[in-house]
């Protein structure tokens, strides 16, 4: 996702990335407290005030860094909503409920912009202002941080659910490599390829493993839209 730095550009990205990561966050204690945990409950974080979502790091000097070195994507993340899974009825299985459920607002928060997209211009307002613009940066930005999400590399979404299908024996393990997680994730998938793109050497397993994801679930979703 490209950007400019004029307010109106920097407002049509700020309120998708704080929207999304704020509901992702959200779904996620309160599918975790329909489970048995309230955890996320007792924290403060059953809410939808960004404030309490909102991390230093990852929902503002990542962002603002991707726009400074034109890296071609928006990207963030929210504080992890606190999830206790052993106080879940079902530890395995609500694990994984609880884990899909942030991805899952964001598809939800995605067809749903596309909806408002598309009786916008069935209502004739076919000109691409910034209402449109700001719904297409809201498609675009959830599809990409549900894809994202989705990869079954600790400690992100996808790897609680294939933990919640492994056995007890491999799941520990295997979710213990997320300690380390972000910090390798961060360097792998988007300080690697703006460094090596400075220095003409192209490096991009974002724009494999998520963009490409996500501009074809794009391209579904928003069919439509077009063909209307």
Known sequence: MTGGFDPLQIALIAVPVILAITLHEAAHGFVALRCGDTTAKDRGRLTLNPLNHIDLVGT????ALLLLTHAGFIFG????????????????????LVAAAG?????????GAAA???????????SIGWLSR????????????????????????????????????LAGPYLAL???????????????????ANAGVHFDLFNWLVQRPADF????????????
Not at 80 to 94: E, G
Not at 116 to 126: H, K
Not at 134 to 157: C, G, K, R, S, Y
Not at 218 to 223: D, E, K, Q, T, Y
């Open 134 to 169: 700001l719904l297409l940066t809201t498609i675009e930005f959830n599809l990409v941080l549900a894809v994202f999400n989705m990869l079954p590399l600790p400690p992100l979404d996808g790897s609680k659910v294939l933990a919640g299908l492994l056995p007890d024996a």
């Open 178 to 196: 997320g300690r380390m997680g972000f910090a390798v994730l961060l360097l792998v998938l988007v300080i690697l390829p703006v460094l090596t």
């Open 103 to 111: 991805p899952a607002a964001n598809v939800a928060i995605a067809l």
């Open 77 to 96: 993340y929210a504080k992890p909503v606190p999830v206790n899974f052993s106080a879940l009825r079902h530890p395995k299985r609500d694990m994984i």
């Open 60 to 63: 503002i000097l990542l962002p």
């Open 217 to 228: 679930l794009m391209r579904l979703i928003l069919a439509p839209v077009t063909q209307s």
């Open 116 to 126: 408002l997209l598309y009786l916008q211009l069935a209502a004739g307002a076919g």
